[in-house]
């Protein structure tokens, strides 16, 4: 029974003009460039890869430790270490598009020119269905301030990144911010197609014995089951201002979280810090998704999404 | 002599897998060592000297990682076929502590095999010596090394390094597979009284000329040493490394260390490069 009625709903979701086959992405930085998956998890079957954010030079990355176990989740600060979008191109892209998953390309810089100079470098790249700005960086030419932390900076290099590429373009904004619906109409503002919300939260820990920092760079950014409560409210709150697509990211260990996600409005979501301790997750609740939807007589995903009921 | 190893060796190119495995038997070393057997013929059988496996230690979540080990030996029934494995684990914290809680016939989720593994001399190159040497919970990797080299009929020697006495590891597998030791301890319970890197130049020492090859794992310092040692006799060496690590897949990037890179470094990843890695590449610092 629940096979047929699995076969029978449609998983499709459009994040604007991007129509992903099912509504489980993976998060970038949590899946590397997809390859490093592939022996366990059928990757053509993802609703898309969000690749390791990319610059536009190779980044060394920060010193180790670089990450460090908390309560139900982890911190890390991993330094924005990757290949640089000319290797992407050359080595890393090729194989993702043979699997004929969406890939979307999260990209970052220090500076508003460091951001268009990616976007532009991978404009008109084959098999790219999206750009996702990492906002949360410094911006070394204005003090260090966080693009992420101020709406005028985050309508900024939205605009620009826009202007600079034909790709859709989804905007992951930060939490560490006092109030996300602005950062949310900020990034709407500069011409964002969709919102990933959210980044980690910024935290960190001692070693007592040393009384040292447990990371190296002292801080570092907060993600795994531990903070879905937050993601979900911030989730909840930009809902709440836009109709942009949104794509949920933040905790995600089971389908109760992803239904939790695409009922508070949530398009699709991103499974992250899961990855690395339960690397086959992302492809089992595809068909636990479907399985659900079937139980629960619906047919298409999307009679789910923003279905949340007044208390 | 042998070839050279080439950094970061060999990765074979067998699948990863992501296997529910059920403990057999957990034997306590001591208060703070201990063996786990585990099913998993698939690993067992596809496995090489120096790789690792990343596995769950209970606890629903909490920790909310899986722990990288490196494999121990290759568990076989009675006609040699590989049907399970065993991991070499010592108690460093909350999630060691937790597997040592486990039970016989408790399931792990096991991801493995991962990683490089020990160059092995290729077929036909002349005999050299293979010297062994270890400290602490970084004897693990040796026993199934050591199989391997005696297996192909190479001479195997161990230098085996602890605090004390009772915390000397995988003495029953060498004296299982027939590999002569050389002990040290650190307060002088048992062997000489000093480092495993003094009992390892002593014995360069005293061999006779002829080629031999150095492999190394245990505390940073340890391997630091072993890397002084291998360059003044200029004997090639083998040394594999632990780092803290999410995923054991090459995706989180938190494993990191360094090694030489044109004129410079880059930070390589332990659990894709390595963990195995030619001495000279590493920037010993």
């Not at chain 2, 004897?139 to 001479?155: C, I, K, T, V, W």
Request: glycine share 12%; with cysteine; hydrophobic share 45%.
């Amino acid at each position: 029974m629940s096979s047929m009625s699995k076969s029978s709903v449609s998983l499709a979701v459009d994040i604007g003009s991007v129509r992903l086959q099912n509504p489980i992405l993976v998060a970038s930085g949590t899946f590397g460039y997809g390859a490093e998956f592939a022996d366990l998890v059928d990757l053509g079957r993802l609703g898309g890869i969000v690749v390791k954010g990319l610059s536009l030079h190779v980044e060394v990355g920060n010193n180790p430790p670089r990450i460090a176990e908390t309560t139900s989740g982890m911190l890390n600060s991993i330094g924005l270490q990757n290949v640089g979008v000319e290797v992407f191109l050359e080595e890393k892209l090729p194989p993702l598009q043979q699997q004929g998953v969406a890939v979307v390309a999260n990209i970052w810089g220090r500076s508003i020119e460091e951001y268009v100079g990616v976007a532009e470098r991978l404009d008109g790249a084959e098999g790219l269905a999206a750009l996702e700005l990492n906002i949360s960086c410094p911006n070394i030419k204005q003090g260090g301030i966080n693009f992420g932390k101020d709406p005028e900076l985050t309508e900024k290099v939205t605009s620009a990144v826009k202007a600079a590429s034909s790709l859709p373009l989804w905007v992951k904004l930060s939490p560490n911010v006092t109030e996300i619906s602005e950062l949310a109409l900020a990034a709407e503002a500069g011409g964002a197609d969709a919102l990933s919300v959210i980044n980690t939260l910024r935290g960190m820990t001692v070693d007592v014995g040393s009384r040292r920092p447990t990371l190296a760079s002292t801080f570092g950014g907060l993600s795994g089951p531990a903070i879905f409560p937050v993601a979900l409210y911030m989730v909840h709150e930009v809902r709440r201002v836009t109709s942009l697509p949104i794509l949920g990211i933040g905790g995600i260990d089971s389908l109760d979280r992803v239904l939790q996600f695409l009922i508070v409005g949530a398009n699709a979501v991103q499974v992250g810090t899961a990855n690395f301790y339960d690397p086959t997750l992302s492809a089992r609740l595809i068909d636990e998704l479907a399985e659900w939807c079937g139980d629960a007589g619906l047919t298409d995903v999307t009679e789910l999404i923003g279905t949340l009921r007044e208390t | 002599m042998l070839p050279p190893p080439e950094a970061g060796a060999i990765l074979p190119a067998m699948p990863i897998h992501d296997l529910s495995l059920v403990l057999r038997q957990l034997r306590h070393l001591s208060s703070q060592q201990f063996i786990l057997e585990l099913e998993g013929a698939e690993i067992a059988a596809e496995c090489s000297p120096g790789q690792f496996v990343m596995t769950t230690v209970g606890g629903e979540g909490n920790p909310l990682l899986r722990r990288p080990m490196a494999i121990h030996r290759v568990l076989r029934d009675e006609n040699g076929h590989a049907t399970g494995f065993s991991l070499l684990v010592e108690v460093v914290g909350r999630g060691t502590a937790m597997l040592q809680q486990r039970q016989p016939g408790d399931v792990l989720n096991v991801l493995g095999p991962l990683g490089t593994s020990f160059r092995m001399p290729e077929p036909g190159t002349p005999a050299a010596e293979h010297l062994l040497v270890m400290g602490g919970v970084g004897s693990a990797p040796f026993p199934l090394l050591a199989e391997g080299l005696l297996r192909e009929g190479h001479s195997v020697r161990a230098f085996i390094g602890a605090r004390t006495a009772d915390l000397l590891l995988c003495l029953e597998d060498y004296e299982d597979l027939g590999v002569a030791v050389e002990i040290s301890t650190d307060d002088g319970t048992r062997g000489r009284h000093g480092l495993v890197t003094e009992i390892l130049e002593h014995y360069l020492k005293e061999r006779e000329e002829g080629p031999a090859v150095l492999y190394a794992c245990g505390p940073l310092p340890m391997m630091r040493a072993v890397d002084a040692v291998a360059k003044r006799a200029d004997l090639p060496l083998q040394v594999s490394f632990e780092a803290p690590m999410a995923c054991g897949l090459g995706a989180c990037l938190s494993c990191v260390i360094k090694l030489r890179d044109g004129d410079g470094w880059s930070y390589q990843r332990v659990c894709q490069e390595g963990p195995v890695f030619d001495s000279r590449e590493v920037v010993w610092e």
